[in-house]
């Protein structure tokens, strides 16, 4: 052995596992301690407290449905997107219809041509209107009533007649 474990018959190494579980004792009560007065809160600040977890929890559930209305509303304006351009298809195709249906109800190219040959020419039973003709003057000069005219002329704007117009007249009675 030596010296010093022979030499040394005190009890200082029995005061130092001592003081040694003294201080671990202690260090164990302070965490304890410690650990109380951090749940512990002032009682002028409970309710506050309470309140912010409530706030908190309001906050957290409007969050969430913020998120699902976002969703919701980027998905009905895909929908309505894909709704517009899919009308805009069909009236582009029936625009189309209508410009060949327009087309094809224009007079053909002969019977404009037949026009630039000559003076328009009434057949019988027919009036070719002059420049400051009414209705009424046209009416008289035939010898027909103005009922009648406008009767068999339906489709003619007697407020503005044109000359070189084609007007049918009605049977005399």
Do not use: C
């Amino acid at each position: 052995m030596d010296t010093i474990s022979r030499e040394n018959n005190s009890v200082m190494p029995v005061v130092g596992v001592a003081l040694g579980a003294l201080a671990l004792l202690l260090s164990i009560f302070a965490l304890v301690g410690n650990s109380k007065l951090s749940k512990k809160v002032p009682e002028g600040l409970a309710d506050s407290v309470a309140k912010i977890d409530v706030i908190e929890n309001e906050a957290r559930s409007a969050t969430s449905v913020a998120e699902r209305a976002n969703t919701s509303i980027s998905s009905l304006s895909r929908s309505s997107q894909d709704a517009f351009n899919a009308v805009a298809g069909q009236i582009q195709e029936v625009r189309g219809e209508f410009e060949k249906m327009k087309e094809s109800s224009k007079p053909k190219a002969a019977a404009a041509g037949a026009k630039d040959k000559g003076p328009v020419v009434a057949g019988p039973g027919e009036y070719v209107v002059k420049a400051g003709d009414s209705g009424m003057k046209i009416a008289k000069a035939n010898g027909v009533s103005l009922s009648d005219l406008q009767a068999v002329n339906p489709s003619v704007n007697w407020t503005k007649l044109k000359a070189g117009e084609k007007l049918k007249l009605p049977a005399k009675k």
